[in-house]
């Protein structure tokens, strides 16, 4: 296996669920914390855009 970072990008769902065993063992070194930051990010920025859609549906509605 290549680092953390490589792994993102070739099998995320494996990256997933490498970070999340290293969270719980409580392995904060070895965590990829560009990419979970990245992800963070992106997961609140579509619901809340997924927030306003559903705002605007029932506005229309």
């Known amino acids: 296996m290549g680092t953390l970072p490589d792994l993102y990008n070739s099998d995320f769902y494996e990256w997933a669920l490498t970070n999340a065993h290293l969270l719980r063992k409580g392995l ?3 965590i990829d914390f560009q990419h979970i930051a990245d992800e963070l990010e992106d997961m609140g920025q579509k619901e809340k855009r997924e927030l ?9 509605h």
């Open 28 to 30: 904060i070194s070895e």
């Open 52 to 60: 306003k859609s559903q705002i605007r549906r029932l506005i229309v």
